[in-house]
């Protein structure tokens, strides 16, 4: 167009297309704007050739005319960046406006789904403390409808507690309340956490509150039941060690400032064991249930009754008063209490009612110096007295005590070496036939060669031993030494000499080992032993706990060829009743009927009758404790099969009971 321009010579029409190329340039700016390079190129192009024309082909008024095209077109270069801008700005407006909203929506949405879903209550309440809104979770924490959440007066809760924490946004500050609440509808007790936070509007004046609320009351349970299984038994629910021993320590502190004396009862039922493995675990864990009722009942509310474990419980009695003797004249009364509490029959669902007692040990603090570790292994101390001196007693603590629980404790500790440390030894003590006045046997009976205190007794082992379990390989060690001893007798003089039976205790602890039978045939099998001549001495009292359990051990040891013998017949009371269900070969007469056969009538009876007993069953039997040339001849005369004691020997090493048996062809003539 800028060449066609000048092959007119008509001015006019030089000015129309002039004005024509200039109008579009002038759109082209503004249409062109938004690709702002494709503005300048189209410009260039459309104006570049009009300069060339007018400057280069005209006379000075077609050139200062093409300076005017270059201004105009520097000009629409200006515009056309102007405007690119502004409509650069406006996209990012767009742009930002729509990204804004996107994101109002989205946070509306979210807080929407917060507010209703949340598993926290939330409500809004306005100026004058009125709920103006509320989500789900609040109302049924409250269990409540909407129509009672909403317009809820808050200045009206007859629960005090929450008005600080609702207040507290209208002072700019939150709230913050954690505690039990009972709500104002349907009287909930809770245990709640309420947070509250000042609600605004658009120029910052507070309007209101929000407020949200967790119901914690499951975990204030859960965490109030491991509290109370940390102090208190799990079985009985009365205090437990941990908890006993922080009441014993306030009360000492009590004592020390006030010397209002305190006592500490050590309780252990009796035979407790035995009732636990014969009737099972269920009926003494109700047994110790009724017990710690019984218990509970008798001492005073500021007293603390405690279950230590197993039987043993402890009762700690405050405010005796200050007078040592009338303190312990108050504590052995309540311990009579206890005594005949726990003498009435107790009712847990068998046959018969289970009858027991207790051995109670008391100590009463006599010092400032004194703990609770101290007062208790005190009682504790007192309680075994108790039980040393016959159960169901009660022993108060004495310095002298505590040196027996330390010699206790001292010989345990030696008698878990004493086998490794060779310090057991087997004194054997001769049993004799009565018509032939000849030595036919042995009883076995342990000794202990202590290194510090010499020779130990059985009555001061036995017990340590089963209480620590140590008397089963005790037990076990006994047997096989017997065992081999009488093996290596009959070995050497089978024919001088004519002992035909080896006697071996076996304890209650021992005999109730599930493996006790097995161990018993293969010691009989590795000694080499005539099972026939191996007689197991079994006490009353451990074989009428489990008595289809007990029937089927004895048995297979029958069936090995292994003799049994009842030891201490007649002291207990159920003799007679198992007698025919047990298959025992032999009766040993205990040493207390004896005794005084030739001064008491009942004895001699007693005696007499035990004969004939065995006699009608095809038993042996056999007198435990003659020393008297009186006592032979009234068993003589009775027709007892076999007898020992003093009047022959006492229980003596290998080399002296040797020398017995060699002496006067297996006799003790002499003696009598």
């Known amino acids: ?80 960046r102007r405007i690119h801008q502004n409509i650069m700005n406006a996209l990012k407006s767009k742009i930002l406006h729509e990204k804004a909203t996107q994101a109002l929506n989205l946070s509306e949405e979210r807080f929407e789904t917060i507010f209703k879903d949340a598993p926290a209550g939330i409500f809004y309440y306005d100026s004058d403390l009125i709920v103006i809104d509320s989500n789900v979770e609040m109302m049924q924490i409250l269990k409540i409808n909407k129509e009672n959440m909403i317009g809820l007066d808050l200045k009206k809760l007859p629960d005090k507690c929450l008005d600080e924490a609702i207040s507290a946004p209208f002072g700019e500050h939150k709230g913050y ?31 209101g509150g929000v407020a949200i609320v967790t119901d914690i009351t499951e975990r204030i349970n859960a965490e109030e039941k491991i509290k109370h299984q940390a102090y208190f038994d799990a079985l009985t629910d009365i205090p437990n060690r941990i908890l006993l021993k922080d009441r014993i320590e306030q ?12 006592a500490i009862m050590f309780l252990d039922l009796d035979h407790f064991k035995s009732i636990n493995d014969s009737l099972g675990h269920h009926i003494g864990d109700l047994l110790l249930i009724e017990t710690a009722s019984r218990l509970t009942s008798i001492c005073r509310e500021g007293d603390t009754v405690a279950r230590l474990g197993g039987d043993e419980f402890v009762i700690l009695l405050n405010e005796l008063g200050t007078n040592p003797h009338v303190a312990a004249t108050r504590a052995e009364t309540v311990a009579e209490k206890i005594h005949n509490a726990l003498s009435i029959p107790f009712d847990v669902g068998q046959t018969e009612a289970i009858i027991t007692s207790s051995s109670i040990g008391i100590a009463i603090a006599n010092s400032d110096n004194q703990n609770a570790d101290d007062l208790l292994k005190f ?41 490794k440390n060779g310090e057991l030894e087997l004194y054997y003590q001769p049993v004799l036939e009565i018509v032939t006045k000849r030595i036919v046997g042995a009883e076995a009976l342990l000794r202990w060669n202590h290194p510090e205190m010499g020779l130990v007794m059985p009555d001061e082992i036995i017990d340590i031993a089963e209480e620590s379990g140590l008397i089963v390989s005790i037990g076990e060690w006994v047997l096989r030494e017997a065992c081999t001893q009488f093996v290596q007798w009959r070995a050497a003089h089978m024919n001088k000499w004519h002992i035909e039976r080896i006697a071996v205790n076996v304890s209650a602890v021992q005999f109730r080992q599930s493996d006790f039978v097995d161990k018993v045939i293969r010691i009989v099998a ?32 029958r069936t090995a060829g292994i003799s049994l013998s009842m030891d201490d017949f007649g002291t207990g009371y159920s003799s007679l009743a198992y007698l025919k269900r047990l298959p025992f070969t032999t009766l040993k007469i205990d040493r207390s009927f004896i005794r005084d056969i030739m001064s008491d009538k009942d004895d001699a009876a007693l005696v007499e009758t035990i004969l004939s007993i065995a006699s009608i069953f ?29 009047l022959c020997s006492k229980p003596v090493q290998v080399p002296t009971f040797e020398e017995l048996l060699n002496y006067d062809i297996q006799s003790c003539q002499s003696n009598y």
């Open 526 to 557: 590795e000694t080499g032993i005539v099972p026939s001549m191996l007689e197991l001495e079994l006490t009353e009292s451990m074989i009428i706990d489990k008595m289809d359990s007990v029937i089927n051990k004895m048995n297979r040891l």
């Open 251 to 262: 009360s000492l502190a009590h004592y020390r400032r006030h010397h209002n004396l305190i």
């Open 379 to 419: 009682a504790d101390t007192a309680m075994y007295q108790a039980k040393k001196e016959g159960r169901n007693t009660t022993r108060f603590y004495q310095e002298k005590m505590d040196q027996w629980i330390k010699k206790r404790l001292f010989l345990e500790n030696g008698l878990r070496h004493a086998i």
């Open 618 to 646: 095809n038993l042996d039997v056999i007198a435990e404790g003659v020393e008297t040339i009186e006592q032979f001849n009234f068993l003589e005369r009775h027709g007892c099969g076999y007898f020992q004691g003093y």
């Open 177 to 207: 309340y954690e505690g039990p609440y009972t709500s104002m509808i349907k009287k909930l007790e809770l245990w709640i956490t309420l947070r509250t936070s000042p609600m605004y509007d658009t120029k910052r004046n507070i309007i």
């Open 1 to 80: 167009m800028a060449f066609f321009i000048f092959e007119s010579p008509n001015v006019l029409q030089q000015f129309f297309l002039i004005f024509l190329i200039a109008g579009i340039s002038s759109i082209a700016s503004g249409t062109l704007a938004s690709l702002f390079g494709l503005a300048v190129l189209f410009l260039l192009l459309l104006l570049a050739p009009l300069f060339c024309v007018m400057f280069f082909t005209g006379g000075m008024e077609y050139q200062m005319m093409g300076i005017l095209v270059i201004a105009f077109f520097a000009l629409l270069v200006s515009a056309a």
